[in-house]
């Protein structure tokens, strides 16, 4: 099992700048080990009925660390791993960033975008809001 608490959303103004942070933890996950992979998701507003499946996939830390980005936050977020913590930096922050972003992490790995699969262990979430 293991165990994902996300931290650090808000709301700003267009164009500001906002870090989430997603602490991992659980009797099943080890630091060293680098045996999941993590991403952070987001879901708009009004969807939360439809649960994951309105879930999408914005970056994603392979266990490499490769590092692989949505075409719609390429170039302003950046998501990096600093011990038991993913980060997610989100910079040049526009309205339609609103929604409730999501730490997740599997061990087969996360494809960008909607639709399964569908991690196995999520966080709470998190709510971004972006003023215009």
């Known amino acids: 099992q293991v165990h994902l608490v996300e931290s650090g959303g808000g709301s700003v103004e267009s164009g500001g700048s906002l870090t989430l942070s997603c602490t991992i933890s659980?009797?099943?996950?080890?630091?060293?080990?680098?045996?999941?992979?993590m991403g952070w998701f987001r879901q708009p507003p009004g969807t939360e009925r439809e649960g994951v499946a309105q879930r999408e996939a914005i970056a994603v830390l392979e266990r490499d660390a490769t590092t692989i980005y949505d075409d719609s936050v390429k170039g302003r977020f950046f998501i990096s791993r600093d011990e038991d913590m993913v980060i997610l930096k989100m910079n040049s922050l526009k309205p339609e960033d609103t929604a409730m972003y999501y730490c997740?992490?599997?061990?087969?790995?996360?494809?960008?975008?909607?639709?399964?699969?569908?991690?196995?262990?999520w966080g709470q979430g998190t709510q971004v809001t972006v003023s215009v």
């Open positions: 659980g009797p099943t996950y080890t630091r060293a080990s680098r045996e999941f992979y």
């Open positions: 997740a992490a599997d061990r087969r790995g996360i494809p960008t975008g909607r639709g399964p699969p569908f991690p196995a262990h």
